[in-house]
């Protein structure tokens, strides 16, 4: 059982930048991959970044250039560095972890205003 402790979501405006965090029960140098993945009101949940044991990272599309992933495995977390935030990048943000199994946290809020 891993579990996922997300932080760091709030209200920004347009331009604006956060970090989240995502907290590990279990060391994640052992876990296969971290991702963030973020949900609107009313739309599915969609993959925003993900970073691998070895330390390989993808980004979505609409994220790529403004938003970065990484790991500190001392810490058991995942980051993810959000910059020139745009509205449309409203949503809960949830990270997932990979290893036999997914795991799932609760998500926190981020809200983006114009």
């Known amino acids: 059982q891993v579990q996922l402790v997300e932080a760091g979501g709030g209200l920004v405006q347009a331009g604006g930048s956060l970090r989240l965090s995502c907290a590990a029960s279990?060391?994640?140098?052992?876990?296969?991959?971290m991702s963030w993945y973020r949900q609107a009101p009313g739309k599915q949940r969609d993959f925003v970044a993900v970073i691998t044991s070895r330390g390989s990272t993808n980004y979505a599309d609409s994220v790529k250039g403004r938003f970065t992933i990484s790991r500190d495995d001392a810490k058991n977390t995942v980051y993810l560095q959000m910059n020139s935030l745009k509205p449309e990048d409203t949503g809960v943000y949830l990270c997932?972890?990979?290893?036999?199994?997914?795991?799932w946290g609760q998500g926190t809020q981020v809200t983006v205003s114009s």
């Open positions: 279990t060391s994640i140098f052992s876990i296969n991959s």
């Open positions: 997932k972890a990979e290893t036999r199994s997914v795991y």
